[in-house]
């Protein structure tokens, strides 16, 4: 009986090729052309932007609200608070 070889899939020309390129060192920036390259840094600014404007708007809301349950505290808390900051008439 004769023994069967396994054979190994062979690889494409553009897979070996694209291998080879990724081991000798060239980079992503140097892959990639200049506009796709500008894109991807354009994006990378609007996306830092926006979180930027989400969290001044999360910080504005947060001031409204407290400004809110500040007008809105009843004639017991205000004196509480006051009392316990230690400007009380009895303390």
Not at 33 to 50: F, I, R, T
């Amino acid at each position: 009986m004769a023994k069967k070889q396994q054979r190994k899939p062979q690889r494409t020309s553009s897979e070996s090729a694209g291998a080879t390129e990724v081991k000798s060192g060239i980079s992503l920036k140097e892959m990639l052309n200049e506009s796709a390259l500008g894109k991807l840094k354009q994006l990378e600014k609007d996306m830092k932007a926006e979180s930027e404007r989400q969290a001044q708007e999360a910080a504005e809301k947060k001031r409204r609200e407290q400004e809110e349950r500040e007008k809105n505290k009843s004639f017991a808390e205000l004196l509480e608070e006051y009392d316990k900051k230690g400007k009380g008439k009895y303390s």
